[in-house]
């Protein structure tokens, strides 16, 4: 009979690692694949589908031809229809672009439509190395992300209008904001004005939709504000731990809502498409982009495909009737940078989802916020995970202990059991009997060691997701050759080290008695080890220290209970395994 508590031991292991496999699958943007239930549990249909603005006639089979020189020609009313859906692509190019640089933000306008067809952030590097500002929005041949805005349900100025420009390019020393103002020309009989708030030290824009009837009758136009971005995943993304890309909405009512760029290929989307307050985000690894409403706007919510790898999602917002030479104005705000706490909790309700933990996040949070409090005295993110992993290891002392203490128990019965299943080989039945009547007489539950460990998977799985999705350990070194904690060990020593200590722990551990598991405990920490090899280094430095200490702590109850360390080392052969001691 196989040996029950390793049986259910690895039960759990393997539970465990599906249930990672299928958030990884969510996190790159693709269906679960064991528990695919689970996937859209936050997800609420919302009433009827908003009327959703009109794509451009080109638009249906984008062309990918060179940028064209030449400058846009006045919006004519047919044009002037274009609508959110529609994207000017390589052709925004066409306007005049203009630059605005906060101390935070750089940030690149387009004079069609005013859109922001580039953000960086000076304060971070790019992913690859050369000491580049990152880039968060931008659009290149390869490569849309950008946040327009634009009137619909007439021939109203939208995002491919040209405008004019006026404002500051740069902060003025001494000030705290400063404004830039994109008016268009009049379209149908009305303009539109957009004014863009910039503040020091802020990664939020304060956004102000002015629209003005000139005409000589009431018109009754709608605001959208919307992300338009191709499908791809983020640069420098590992197929092992990428986290989710796409958009995603939130309100009070329906909270916090994940949208796939697959789902929108189907037609799929499952999302509350009313809503009032809240925001629309397009959420990547470490950073985001959120057109963020105020608190009582009541608007529509959208996500559609408008090209082959093209994909567009926002907000309309009705303006209501506007009499004629009277206006109406609108104002919103948009975030583009990191997923830091401290930022995001002082920006918008909710704001801080888009630092998704997944299905852990009640227990993430707090993790985190543990973890932030240790680098506030420690001063050094890599020092304050292994002190974070310490303190979880006193507090889960007692239900290590008993797992340890029956892991040592059942090392003193092992001989008794293989002579056991040596006398009995051929009585299964009998066999069971005995073991169960062994472990009665010798006061030895077989699930004493998997227990403790099950009751803690939750709190390290949620560990796992916290050191994911943390942009603070992004650029933060530890100690020596480590550098940057959110990037793979340079000279694999961490990786090395977690594959050694884990199997020093499988050779503590007493051998199974079924020869075929014996082998499974060698072969699974080698297989799963390959892994750890592309992990971020500050996640392999949670596990190289959980292992160590787990280590300490093993040794430590097997001493006291009068168990001598021993090692039990790999045997393929068949033979009787090899001990050491």
């Given amino acids: 009979m196989k040996d029950i508590r390793r049986t259910i031991l690895w039960v759990i292991f393997a539970f465990s690692l599906v249930m990672l496999w299928d958030h990884w699958q969510e996190y790159n943007g693709r269906p679960a694949t064991f528990f695919p239930a689970f996937s859209g549990l936050t997800a609420k249909t919302g009433a009827n589908k908003p009327a959703e603005p009109p794509l451009a006639a080109n638009e249906e089979n984008p062309a990918h031809a060179s940028v064209p020189q030449a400058a846009p020609a006045p919006a004519t009313a047919a044009s002037a229809q274009t609508a959110p ?38 304060k971070f590097q790019d992913e690859s190395g050369s000491k580049q500002p990152f880039v968060l929005l931008e659009t290149t041949p390869t490569h849309i992300y950008q946040a327009q805005s634009g009137l619909i349900g007439g021939p109203f100025p939208n995002h491919t209008t040209p405008m004019t420009f006026s404002g500051p390019r740069a902060l003025p020393a001494g000030a705290d904001e400063m404004k830039v103002q994109f008016t268009s020309a009049d379209v149908g009989g009305v303009k539109l004005v957009k004014t863009y708030t ?38 420098g993304a590992v197929s092992f731990y990428s986290s989710f890309t796409g958009p995603a909405f939130y309100s009070d009512a329906d909270k916090y809502q994940k949208v796939t760029f697959k789902d929108i290929d189907k037609d799929k989307t499952d999302f509350a498409k009313n809503a009032t307050g809240g925001y629309i985000a397009m959420v990547q690894h470490y950073f985001a982009s959120a057109w963020l409403l105020a608190p009582n706007d009541q608007h529509q919510n959208f996500a559609r495909k408008i090209s082959a790898d093209r994909y567009a999602a926002g907000v309309i917002t009705p303006l209501g009737t506007i009499a004629p030479g009277a206006s109406a104005s609108s104002d919103a705000r948009l975030f583009m940078g990191p997923q830091e706490v401290k930022i995001l909790d002082h920006i918008a309700p909710g704001m801080d989802l888009v630092r998704d933990y997944g299905w852990l996040t009640i227990l993430a949070k707090p993790l985190f916020w543990l973890l932030q409090h240790l680098d506030d005295i420690l001063g050094n993110w890599g020092w304050s995970i292994v002190a974070l992993v310490f303190l979880l290891k006193i507090a889960f002392y007692w239900l290590n202990a008993k797992a340890y203490g029956s892991m040592a128990k059942m090392k003193t019965l092992n001989p008794k059991i293989q002579d056991m299943r040596k006398r009995l080989k051929d009585d299964p039945k009998q066999m069971q009997v005995e073991m169960m009547r062994i472990y009665r007489e010798e006061k030895v539950n077989p699930l004493g060691g998997c227990l403790p460990i099950a009751v803690q998977m939750p709190v390290f799985i949620a560990l796992y997701w916290v050191l994911l999705a943390s942009v603070e350990m992004r650029g933060a070194p530890w100690i020596l050759w480590v550098t940057d904690l959110s990037a793979k060990d340079p000279y694999y020593i961490l990786p090395v080290l977690m594959t050694l200590t884990t199997l020093l722990q499988t050779a503590l551990n007493p ?21 750890f090899f592309l992990f971020p280094s500050g996640l392999v430095l949670y596990y190289v220290t959980n292992n160590l200490l787990s280590i300490a702590q093993q040794w430590l109850i097997n001493t006291r209970m009068g168990v001598p360390p021993s090692f039990h080392l790999p045997n393929f052969s068949g033979s009787k395994p090899k001990k050491t001691g």
């Avoid at 939020?204 to 000589?216: C, Y």
């Avoid at 051998?511 to 892994?531: C, E, G, H, N, R």
């Fill in 198 to 235: 910039l503040k020091r030290g802020s990664y939020v824009i304060g956004v102000q939709d002015q629209v003005i009837n000139e005409s000589a009758a009431p018109v009754k136009p709608e605001l959208y504000l919307q992300f338009v971005r191709d499908g791809g995943q983020v640069a």
């Fill in 511 to 531: 051998a199974p008695p079924d020869p075929t598991q014996a082998k499974l405990m060698w072969i699974m920490p080698l297989a799963f080890s390959v892994m």
């Fill in 85 to 122: 859906g529609a994207t000017p692509g390589e052709s925004a190019l066409k306007g005049q672009q203009i630059t605005v640089s906060t101390d935070v933000l750089k940030v690149v306008f387009d004079t069609e439509g005013g859109s922001i067809v580039r953000s960086e952030l000076p």
